[in-house]
Every structure is written in C-alpha cells, then in structure tokens.
C-alpha cells in the first residue's frame, strides 16, 4: 500500500519559513515524480511544483523564487522549503506521487494534506 505522511505545516508570520515534509511508502521512490499542490479555501487544488526522479524540478510562477522542492532518497522524503511566506500562500498543501509500486505498477498517490497559515 503506498502511503504519503505530510508533516511541518503550521502557523507563520508573514516574511517566515516553514520545511514541510513528504515521507514516502509503498513505492519506489527513486522512480517517483514528486508533487507540492496547495488549495485555499473556496478554490481548486493547484500545483505548486514538482521534482523529477532525477531530481529536476520546476515551479509555478508565485512559487518561483520564494520555494525549493527537495528530495532525499535515503529517507524517501520530499520536501518543500517556502522562504518569505505571504498571506496568500495560506492553503492546505498536498504531497504527490506519480511512480512505480512493486506488484501494482505505475500508481498515484495523495498525502493527507497538512495546514499552512500565514498571518499579516
């Protein structure tokens, strides 16, 4: 079973920091494309960014500069690093999967989605 374990959400100030993490199970991380998707309230779920299996990664435009999608393949955990954090980033954020599982072959998976808020 592929299982997502979001952790590191919270509460922050404006101009703040938060790491949050993705622990990965199930699946065979050094084949997963790693996902960062955010949704505020009253909106759809919006993708924040991604890194490769080869470690590649890109960003959205309002991610690009302030955010850094990370992995790391010992403890098959992705990250995401938000630096210089807005109120308008206040959103449940969701860690995504895309990758081989043994015996299911290629699967998607959610986390649990973990609070960010941000005050002014």
């Known amino acids: 079973q592929v299982q997502l374990v979001e952790s590191g959400g919270g509460l922050v100030q404006a101009g703040g920091s938060l790491r949050l993490s993705c622990a990965a199970s199930g699946i065979i991380f050094s084949s997963a494309t790693m996902g960062w998707y955010r949704q505020a309230p009253g909106k759809q779920r919006d993708l924040v960014g991604s890194?490769?299996?080869?470690?590649?990664?890109n960003y959205t435009d309002s991610a690009k500069g302030r955010f850094t999608i990370s992995r790391d393949s010992a403890k098959n955990t992705a990250y995401l690093q938000m630096n210089s954090l807005k109120p308008e980033d206040t959103a449940v954020y969701y860690c995504?999967?895309?990758?081989?599982?043994?015996?299911?072959?290629?699967?998607?998976?959610w986390g649990q989605g973990t609070q960010v808020t941000v005050s002014s």
């Open positions: 995504n999967a895309r990758g081989l599982a043994a015996a299911r072959g290629w699967v998607e998976q």
């Open positions: 890194i490769t299996s080869s470690g590649s990664t």
